[in-house]
């Protein structure tokens, strides 16, 4: 495609469930970031895949997020025990990871998650 | 992260001039951005700056940045209603690092 595409759009959930966000970045794109963005507040960063590694994973909230990219492209965030409190649109986005200027950052449209 | 402030509102008038400014605390910024957020869209890059500019022009945007009172702003010419949007103030170190976003100021323009 030829942006970044995340899936589901929106998701509703249950206190304590397991839920699976997913996200496609740009082909070619080696870096992904994830981002989780709350009511009334801008992006903040969660973690960052440089290929199949997480290069910084500072972002996490505590142990029951969880992300991964086997195959350097597609990622998935992973939230056990969903809480009220994870509710907010995750953000997905890649860049090409170059050397040189702004190394651009391009966001997906978002998943709205909705915990109950 | 470091602070990132922003105003939460702006409105002006079709025709007019629009500024939204931002300061920032973290003095290792090496790239400063403006980004753009519709309903329904994603967030838009809509241009950065290096810390060692001062001032970037482009079409109708231009972004002035002092880098002694850590205080970026963001000027739209001939501000249109299809402009009405939350802009988001970003900092990072550079490639590969993470974006560091204000809370967003709601810019509402008016016919």
């Known amino acids: 495609g030829a942006g970044v595409s995340q899936t589901p759009s929106n998701k509703v959930t249950e206190k304590g469930k397991y839920v699976e966000l997913r996200c496609d970045p740009i082909?070619?794109?080696?870096?992904l970031y994830w981002y989780r963005q709350s009511l009334g507040q801008g992006p903040e960063f969660l973690i960052y895949?440089?290929?199949?590694?997480?290069?910084?994973d500072s972002g996490l909230p505590n142990d029951r997020f969880f992300a991964v990219r086997p195959e350097g492209s597609v990622s998935t965030l992973k939230i056990q025990r969903t809480e009220r409190g994870d509710s907010a649109v995750y953000l997905c986005?890649?860049?090409?990871?170059?050397?040189?200027?702004?190394?651009?950052?391009?966001f997906g449209p978002g998943t709205r998650l909705t915990v109950l | 992260g470091e602070d990132v402030e922003q105003s939460l509102f702006l409105s002006v008038r079709e025709g007019d001039s629009s500024v939204i400014n931002c300061t920032y605390t973290?003095?290792?910024?090496?790239?400063l951005y403006w980004y753009k957020q519709e309903p329904g869209a994603g967030l838009q890059l809509l241009t950065y700056i290096f810390s060692n500019m001062d001032m970037k022009q482009d079409q109708r945007l231009t972004v002035l940045l002092n880098k002694k009172d850590k205080h970026l702003s963001l000027r739209i010419a001939d501000t249109q209603t299809g402009d009405s949007a939350i802009y988001f103030c970003?900092?990072?170190?550079?490639?590969?690092?993470?974006?560091?976003f204000g809370k967003g100021t709601s810019l509402l323009v008016t016919p």
């Open positions: 895949f440089q290929g199949t590694g997480a290069a910084d």
């Open positions: 082909s070619g794109h080696t870096a």
């Open positions: 973290d003095s290792s910024s090496t790239y």
């Open positions: 986005a890649s860049s090409s990871r170059g050397t040189t200027g702004s190394d651009e950052q391009f």
């Open positions: 970003a900092e990072s170190m550079g490639p590969g690092y993470a974006l560091n």
